[in-house]
């Protein structure tokens, strides 16, 4: 881990090119790849995303491929590859082949890597499935959002209910076993009816994996517009509360666990691609505004299109932000992250990894947060508690810096 390097005396320390080429060999990465089209702009989102026009899009796919191939990080093995959005399967199959065929050629992939890939229903076909299938992708995250049309439109999506359903049925047809449904709760004028409707019809289908999430109202998206002008409120807390209960209730029942706040799965079947973020293990993006983590080092990519065609052949992208965690940080991130993940945080790892005394360090957070039952302690494993999986932003807080 990276708090050892920092820790290694001068003796100890490798000369810089050994150093570069044992990292190579070393450190298993995570690649992230952002796909920043979309047909049009959902009203609550706020990702690096949008409409391309044609030139654009080109300019961006070549300026992607020349970053990989540009990159320092290149001879590294992988483990897990995600394309993510915006909507990859906003790319066409010709397109894809390309993307993954520069990543093979740039990185070591272990042949049972995971590779994943985001598709939005209205932008998927039976062909188009087949084909991400025979490309080696074994994992596919569907953004259903919702299988009510009128809450559909509401978010500003591209796709019905019934696109949706027929896209789960055809990535089934094309023989994927490992699929995730995005879906999304406290929506105004969601009941919790409406959202047990919801939770049933997608334990119906038998996904591996669920991603639920508690809609947020971003500032300049166009929910957020409509918030300043009083035309749209949020949902009540309460409500937002329960639907989240119902949520951990209906799941569990139905032989899923929460392995972290937002994700559940059958047992195994985890996103292996995100326990790498909450395990913070290194993952390197690319793309505009993508993220990356080596070393203990965090840097974002700019969101500026112009920039990034500017640097992309560099080898190294403009940043927008990059930091470079001390120890004590990269403590307290790696406890706010353990937090959220159902096997919570390990005390003795952590203080071995770090070369201190956690349960000291935090006896008095530990303790106030386990008084008023947001945290459990059971030997040297500390977890939150339903309450705290409830209210994990405010816990996790109090880790940081
Ligand atoms: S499809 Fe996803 S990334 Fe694209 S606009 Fe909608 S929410 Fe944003």
Redesign the pocket.
Known sequence: MEAHNLKMSAETKPRTHERTKERKNQIPLGLYVHI???????H????T??PFGEKARQMYLEALQEEIRSTSWRGCSVTTVFLG???PSELTIPELEELVTALGRTFPIDKNAEWSI?C?PGTTSQGYVAALGEMGFNRVSL?V?SFDDSHLRF????HTAEEARAAYHDLRQAGFDNLNLDLMFALPGQTLDRWRADLEEALGFGPEHLSLYNLTIEPGTEFGNRRVTGELKETDEDLAADMFELAMDLTRTAGYQQYEISNYCLPGRECVHNLIYWHNQPYLGFGIGASSFIEGTRWTHTTSLAEYYRTASSGLVTRACQEKLNDREALGEEIMLGLRTEEGISTTALSRRYSCDVDSLFSQTFQSLGHNGLLLQEGERIRLTRRGKMMANDVCAQFLV
């Open positions: 920043p089209f979309c047909v049009r702009k959902c609550y989102c706020d990702f995303s949008g959005g915006g909507t985001e939005n953004g959002q978010l500003g999506r591209i």
